[in-house]
Nanobody, 119 residues
Framework: QVQLVESGGGLVQAGGSLRLSCAASGRTFSRYIMGWFRQAPGKEREFVAAIRWSGGRRYYADSVKARFAISRDSAKNTVNLQMNTLKPEDTAVYYC????????????WGQGTQVTVSS
């Protein structure tokens, strides 16, 4: 089993920044990828960013490219999402997820952290 706990959400004005963190515990040693997703009210969950645990290759949704940066800290077993130049449309619950097999999606999810961007 794997446990994921997100932190760092909150309320910020448009143009501001937030840094989300996801602490992973349990059987994470063979993970392939970790990612961030978000879900706004009345909308489906969407991909935000991901990072391959081995090698560090990064992936971003077009809507956040150049504003958000995903990183990992192997020593702390965390994945972080630095969010800059936030917009009201970034308002959502942000979820951390982990996948163990390439191309097979994500196997475990966190409970989410709320990010609210005021205009």
């Amino acid at each position: 089993q794997v446990q994921l706990v997100e932190s760092g959400g909150g309320l910020v004005q448009a143009g501001g920044s937030l840094r989300l963190s996801c602490a992973a515990s349990g059987r994470t040693f063979s993970r392939y990828i970790m990612g961030w997703f978000r879900q706004a009210p009345g909308k489906e969950r969407e991909f935000v960013a991901a990072i391959r645990w081995s090698g560090g290759r990064r992936y971003y949704a077009d809507s956040v490219k150049a504003r958000f940066a995903i990183s990992r800290d192997s020593a702390k077993n965390t994945v972080n999402l630095q969010m800059n130049t936030l917009k009201p449309e970034d308002t959502a619950v942000y979820y951390c997820a982990v996948g163990f097999i390439e191309g097979a999606g994500y196997d475990y999810w966190g409970q989410g952290t709320q990010v609210t961007v005021s205009s």
